[in-house]
C-alpha cells in the first residue's frame, strides 16, 4: 500500500473540456475518500519550475462541472527538460546560428515537491505534457497521468475527455453553415481542429452530413474533390459541405502552417488549409466557395455529459490508482472499461490515428463521402 498523504495536481498543454470535473474528482475523492490533502500547481511545468502551489479544498472544487478550461490554468509551452535559456533581462539566448539554446531545469521542480512534502504528482495532459510525466516518473516523482486531448491521437487509449465536447462544437458548426450553403449555393468549407489526427473531423463530418471529409490520414486530390461537388450538382444537389482537418494534406504531402511558435515544446501550428481548399474549389467548380475555421470554439465552453462523466471515471481511478502505488502509469479508457498502463507504452508510440480502411471510413464512403482520394 503507498503512503501518500499529500498529492498536487496539475493541468499541461492546450485546455480541454473536462480538466475541471478531472479536478474535480481527484480532489473530492482525495480528501472524502483518503483524507488526503491537496495542492493545485498552476500553469502547469511553468508553475511547478516556480513553485506556484496553492492548496484545494472540496470548496475550490464546487459548481465547476459545467466550466469549461482549466482552474487551474495551463501552459504548452514549458518543457522542463528542454527549457530555453534567457538572460537577466528576459532575452532569449541564442547560438552562433540564431537558433535558441536549452537547459534542463527538472531538477528545480523536483525540489520544490519535496520541499512541499509532495507524495504523488497528478499531471493532465496531451502527448507533450506526459512525455514531461514519463521524464519526471524516471526521476523518481511518483506520478500518476491522466490522458487529455481533444485530438483523440494519444496512443492505449480509445477515447480522451474533451473529445465529445469538441465533436458536438464542430458537428454544431458543419449545421450552421448549412442553412448559408442551402440558402446561397454556396460550397461551405468547415476547417476542424486535431493536429496530424482526423479524428475530430471525420466523427464531425459523419455527424454533420458532410459531402467531403479531408483527413490527414488520406492525401487528397483537390480535382477528386471538385469532381464530386460537380457530380453532385449536376444531380440537383445545389450545395456542399466540405470537413477538412486543420492537418489534412494534399498530394504532395504538405500541411499548411499557420505559424511557427519557438519557445513551444510542439511549435508548429496548422490553420489556413480550410481558405486554400475553399479557393481552390471556387476556381475548380464554378461555384461560390466559403471558409469557416472553428478554432478554439471547439475547445471552449461547457463539457458535454459524457465528458463529464469520463472525466469524473478518470479522476476516481487516478486516485484509486495512486493508492494503490501504481506510479508512471496513466488511466486509459479500453473498451469500456477504465485501466491504467505505463507511460512507457504511451509516449514514444505512434500517436492513434484515423485508419483509411477502418469501419468509419468504409461506412462513410458507402454513403458517398468523399475522401479526396
Ligand atoms: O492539441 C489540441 C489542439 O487544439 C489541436 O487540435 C490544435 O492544433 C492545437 O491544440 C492548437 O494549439 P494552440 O492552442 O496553441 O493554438
Request: aromatic fraction near 6%.
Amino acid at each position: 500500500m503507498s503512503k501518500v498523504q499529500k498529492i498536487a495536481i496539475m493541468t499541461g498543454g492546450g485546455d480541454c473540456p473536462g480538466l475541471n470535473p478531472v479536478i474535480r474528482a481527484v480532489v473530492k475523492t482525495a480528501i472524502s475518500k483518503y483524507g488526503l490533502e491537496v495542492m493545485g500547481v498552476r500553469h502547469g511545468y511553468h508553475g511547478l519550475y516556480h513553485g506556484d502551489f496553492i492548496k484545494l479544498g472540496l470548496e475550490d472544487v464546487e459548481e465547476i462541472i459545467t466550466k469549461g478550461g482549466t482552474i487551474l490554468y495551463s501552459s504548452n509551452k514549458d518543457n522542463l527538460f528542454q527549457y530555453p535559456v534567457k538572460d537577466a533581462d528576459g532575452n532569449f539566448v541564442r547560438d552562433e546560428n540564431g537558433k535558441l539554446t536549452y537547459e534542463d531545469v527538472s531538477d528545480v521542480a523536483v525540489e520544490h515537491l519535496k520541499a512541499a512534502s509532495i507524495d504523488a504528482l497528478f499531471i493532465l495532459g496531451g502527448d507533450g505534457t506526459l512525455t514531461s510525466a514519463r521524464d519526471f516518473s524516471r526521476k523518481g516523482v511518483n506520478v500518476v497521468a491522466i490522458p487529455k486531448t481533444i485530438d483523440n491521437d494519444l496512443a492505449n487509449t480509445d477515447y480522451t475527455f474533451g473529445f465529445d465536447t469538441a465533436i458536438s462544437v464542430a458537428t454544431d458548426g458543419l449545421d450552421r453553415v448549412r442553412t448559408t450553403g442551402m440558402s446561397h449555393h454556396r460550397v461551405m468549407v468547415v476547417e476542424i481542429m486535431g493536429r496530424g489526427a482526423g479524428w475530430l473531423t471525420l466523427h464531425a463530418g459523419i455527424a454533420g452530413a458532410a459531402d467531403v471529409i479531408l483527413v490527414p490520414e488520406i492525401p487528397y486530390d483537390i480535382n477528386k474533390v471538385a469532381e464530386k461537388i460537380k457530380e453532385d450538382k449536376a444531380n440537383g444537389k445545389e450545395f456542399s459541405i466540405v470537413a477538412v482537418s486543420e492537418g489534412a494534406k494534399s498530394l504532395d504531402g504538405k500541411q499548411v502552417v499557420l505559424k511557427v511558435i519557438e519557445d513551444s515544446a510542439d511549435s508548429i501550428r496548422l490553420g489556413g488549409v480550410g481558405a486554400l481548399v475553399a479557393d481552390q474549389l471556387e476556381k475548380l467548380t464554378g461555384s461560390e466557395a466559403r471558409a469557416t475555421t472553428l478554432g478554439h470554439i471547439q475547445r471552449g465552453g461547457t463539457p458535454t455529459a459524457h465528458d463529464r462523466v469520463l472525466s469524473s471515471r478518470y479522476g476516481y481511478a487516478a486516485v484509486e490508482l495512486c493508492m494503490k502505488g501504481g506510479f508512471g502509469r496513466m488511466v486509459a479508457l479500453q473498451g469500456d472499461e477504465i485501466v491504467d498502463v505505463s507511460l512507457e507504452d504511451v509516449i514514444g508510440q505512434k500517436t492513434k490515428n484515423v485508419d483509411p480502411n477502418g469501419e468509419l471510413v468504409t461506412m462513410a464512403k458507402a454513403m458517398g463521402v468523399c475522401f479526396g482520394d
